[in-house]
């Protein structure tokens, strides 16, 4: 047990001195726009913000992208409805109204509302099974209708996001663990075997969102925990997510 502990140690000493040191910034210019939505590039091709109140919209990285860790900003730019926002992972091309969609769905609602069964504020973590446009299970995320809830937040879980208000997120993403930070607070952790696929950013009938500051680090594959020393890669992550947001902070 001692040496597991040992080989586990080192295995998240490793993972945070290379998250620290590799990330980079993500130029969103060759991105892809699925859905309703209208996604404006802004100059440097680092941040976009899509202006849409409609159906379910993505833009996406249309690429692999199982083992990065990535982060950024934020923000809903409008005192104007209290709807969906979040991201996508494992996400193939098309999917948005394919009936043999599988891929990940992170969103965040501000405010209740019953509309086709309820719609309850707070963030989230689901499974998307087929097409997303169906009101009820992107709305209610209903099993019956593609989405399939897997988990709510920690503290955020029936807590909206406020307008006007920039918040700072990451995400992992790997073969068997994704895990997602607001604000460098860890609310989502689910492991489980995970389709490869494309990150994205993810609407639904709420306009004016902005998405910034897009940086991507390599999570090496030797650093994927065995499960006894889970919660030693949990608290490597938490660190580096600490130590960027300082870094950031301090720029």
Same mark, same amino acid.
């Given at each position: 047990?001692?040496?597991?502990?040992?080989?586990?140690?080192?295995?998240?000493?490793?993972?945070? =001195?290379?998250?620290?040191?590799?990330?980079?910034?993500?130029?969103?210019? =060759?991105?892809?726009?699925?859905?309703?939505?209208?996604? @404006?590039?802004?100059?440097?091709?680092?941040?976009?913000?899509?202006?849409?109140?409609?159906?379910?919209?993505?833009?996406?990285?249309?690429?692999?992208?199982?083992?990065?860790?990535?982060?950024?900003?934020?923000?809903?730019?409008?005192?104007?409805?209290?709807?969906?926002?979040?991201?996508?992972?494992?996400?193939?091309?098309?999917?948005?109204? /394919?009936?043999?969609?599988?891929?990940?769905?992170?969103?965040?609602?501000?405010?209740?509302?019953?509309?086709?069964?309820?719609?309850?504020?707070?963030?989230?973590?689901?499974?998307? =099974?087929?097409?997303?446009?169906?009101?009820?299970?992107?709305?209610?995320?209903? =099993?019956?209708?593609?989405?399939? $809830?897997?988990?709510?937040?920690?503290?955020?879980?029936?807590?909206?996001?406020?307008? @006007?208000? $920039?918040?700072?997120?990451?995400?992992?993403?790997?073969?068997?663990?994704?895990?997602?930070?607001?604000?460098?607070?860890? $609310?989502?952790?689910? /492991?489980?075997?995970?389709? @490869?696929?494309?990150?994205?950013?993810?609407?639904?009938?709420?306009?004016?969102?902005?998405?910034?500051?897009? $940086?991507?680090?390599?999570?090496?594959? /030797?650093?994927?925990?065995?499960?006894?020393?889970?919660?030693?890669?949990?608290?490597?992550?938490?660190?580096?997510?600490?130590?960027?947001?300082?870094?950031?902070?301090?720029?």
């Amino acid at each position: 047990m001692k040496n597991a502990l040992k080989v586990a140690a080192f295995t998240a000493a490793s993972l945070f =001195s290379s998250m620290t040191m590799a990330a980079t910034a993500v130029d969103l210019s =060759s991105w892809v726009k699925e859905g309703t939505g209208t996604w @404006n590039l802004e100059a440097g091709n680092n941040a976009v913000k899509q202006t849409v109140n409609g159906n379910p919209t993505i833009f996406h990285n249309n690429m692999d992208s199982q083992g990065l860790a990535l982060s950024g900003t934020i923000e809903v730019q409008t005192t104007s409805d209290d709807d969906f926002v979040g991201f996508v992972l494992g996400y193939d091309s098309g999917e948005i109204s /394919s009936s043999s969609a599988d891929y990940i769905l992170i969103d965040w609602k501000q405010g209740d509302q019953n509309y086709n069964g309820l719609g309850q504020e707070g963030l989230s973590i689901s499974r998307v =099974s087929g097409v997303l446009g169906d009101n009820t299970g992107a709305w209610a995320h209903d =099993s019956a209708n593609n989405v399939t $809830e897997l988990q709510r937040a920690t503290t955020l879980g029936d807590t909206g996001w406020d307008d @006007n208000t $920039e918040y700072a997120f990451d995400l992992i993403f790997t073969s068997t663990l994704i895990e997602v930070f607001v604000n460098g607070n860890k $609310e989502l952790s689910i /492991s489980g075997v995970f389709d @490869n696929g494309s990150f994205g950013f993810y609407n639904y009938s709420q306009a004016n969102v902005r998405y910034a500051g897009i $940086e991507e680090t390599v999570v090496p594959p /030797s650093a994927v925990p065995i499960p006894a020393a889970g919660w030693l890669l949990g608290s490597a992550l938490m660190g580096l997510v600490g130590m960027r947001r300082k870094q950031k902070a301090a720029l």
